[in-house]
């Protein structure tokens, strides 16, 4: 498809804008046909955009594909045609007995145009899941996905130009300066997913035209391991948890918190755990490439200045009967760019990888005395997307859910909280704002206008001026009922 212009991006908006206001009320046959239109789109075309992934990343399994990307937007489409009709239902309210007999209830209506800037790490979820969302609460929806995945951006636009019109859902392709323009468009709700730094600059354009936002923006997610937790298990979930994707996740394990002197009992339960789920890694498919040779970069620096300041750097080589402790010179070359998991012992808030989100195979190990010194550790950061706790004490788990703040939190597990449809998805502080995902995020794709139906036997003109005695005898009257 030709690349389209600022002003072709400009007139596009323009006709979703014009066909939103034109058409308010989408009927709930509307929204279904479009959802199974996306429906549709999955399963007949999935093939198609499963290689484009593949093609994108340069080594990634379709297997991972289908289970990270299809699957979920499968479950989300089922869920959500199952339940939208109960979600389109005006909310009636009770009516205070002062405005009786008035009736009240509460409208969910379109937003109107909703943007989305996807991400390139799960191009096809993160690019779908949104816009089938916003579909569902009857708005017109258009995206802009990651340059970084040029493959999967194509084929999206032309399966999304064949299965939808214009004004109803529409791709736009480009690179950084596209996403800045798409962003400064006055939509009636943007989704933003990536990193804090550009969720800030999608917000500030967007507050330009008070345009609300959804940001979900990632951060440094801690995974707390007890003193009682059954570290062979702890440390399967925990590298699938992070080595997903190669690390490539936003609500990944960023670091651990690991009670002081089991160091060597975790060193190598992940280093089974990683042979296990991975018995290998330079082409194995069910281990993905690292997205771009620069960011194959960024990670190996992170891990050499790790090194220089001290820390220990554990390479995971599951062909090996042992982690090898790294050196500078033996880090990989990187011409997969299937970097190799690394565990980093004696990480400091100094290191890089300590004050900003990893994003890959990297998973810095942080030793502590007491869970206080845990939880002191997590509250002086920015609260995370994400928090995972493994132990088996119910009285420890409620200490940390009571005195931790994150967006989502997964109890013996990782990442598991995401996959439920009807828990709401979505970050707190630095971490983004507002939750999507079931009812919650089909109330973010909505307006809820509040409706008041006045009785012809209404007595409000009671409270009606001039105020004099009467005025006060039912003032008095309506203090004792409250």
């Given amino acids: ?154 084929q999206l636009a032309l399966l999304v130009a064949q299965f939808f019109a214009a004004d109803e859902f529409c791709v736009v392709q480009g690179d950084a300066a596209t996403a800045q323009l798409v962003a400064s468009l006055p939509f009636d709700h943007l989704v933003f997913t990536g990193s804090t730094a550009v969720g800030r600059k999608v917000a500030q354009a967007a507050a330009q035209n008070l345009t609300p936002t959804s940001l979900e923006l990632g951060g440094k997610s801690p995974c707390i391991v007890d003193a009682d937790c059954d570290m062979q298990d702890a ?68 891990l050499q200045q790790a090194q220089t300041q001290g820390a220990e750097v554990h390479t995971i080589d599951p062909t090996a009967g042992k982690p090898v402790v790294a050196t500078v010179g033996t880090l990989g070359d990187g011409a997969s760019r299937q970097m190799a998991p690394s565990l980093v012992f004696g990480a400091t808030s100094g290191m890089g990888l300590m004050q900003e989100e990893i994003f890959g195979p990297i998973l810095p190990v942080i030793s502590y005395d007491r869970l206080d010194d845990a939880i002191t550790h997590i509250n002086a950061g920015p609260r995370p997307l994400a928090l995972y706790w493994f132990g088996r004490s119910e009285a420890v788990q409620r200490d940390v859910l009571r005195r931790t703040v994150s967006g989502g939190v997964t109890v013996n597990d990782t990442l598991m909280h995401f996959a439920h449809d009807n828990l709401p998805f979505g970050g707190v502080g630095d971490s983004g704002w507002g939750a999507y995902h079931g009812e919650q995020g089909f109330l973010r794709f909505c307006h809820q206008k509040s409706v008041l139906v006045q009785s012809r036997w209404a007595m409000g003109s009671l409270l009606y001026p001039p105020y004099g005695p009467r005025f006060d005898r039912i003032m008095g009257l309506l203090r004792r009922w409250l």
């Fill in 1 to 154: 498809m030709a690349a389209m212009t600022p002003d072709d991006i400009r007139a596009q908006f323009n006709l979703q804008h014009q066909a939103s206001r034109e058409h308010i009320d989408v009927p709930l046959l509307v929204r279904r046909e479009r959802l199974l239109r996306m429906q549709k789109m999955l399963d007949e075309h999935g093939p198609v955009l499963v290689a484009a992934v593949q093609a994108d990343f340069g080594m990634r399994s379709p297997r991972l594909t289908e289970m990270a990307d299809f699957f979920v937007l499968r479950t989300l489409l089922s869920h959500t045609l199952r339940y939208l009709a109960r979600w389109m239902k005006p909310q009636r309210v009770r009516t205070p007995f002062f405005l009786q007999p008035a009736r009240g209830w509460v409208a969910r209506q379109p937003l109107g145009v909703v943007g989305v800037i996807s991400p390139w790490n799960y191009p096809v979820q993160l690019a779908l899941a949104p816009a089938i969302t916003a579909l569902a609460a009857g708005n017109r929806v258009m995206l802009k996905p990651s340059e970084l995945t040029p493959h999967t951006s194509a």
């Fill in 235 to 302: 440390a399967l979930k925990i590298a699938h948890g992070k080595l997903l994707n190669a690390g490539q996740t936003c609500i990944a394990p960023d670091y651990v918190l690991l009670p002081r002197g089991r160091e060597a009992e975790f060193l190598q339960a992940y280093q089974a755990a990683v042979a296990r789920l991975f018995p290998g890694i330079e082409g194995n498919p069910d281990y993905a490439s690292i997205i771009t040779p620069r960011y194959y970069a960024r990670l190996r620096t992170l």
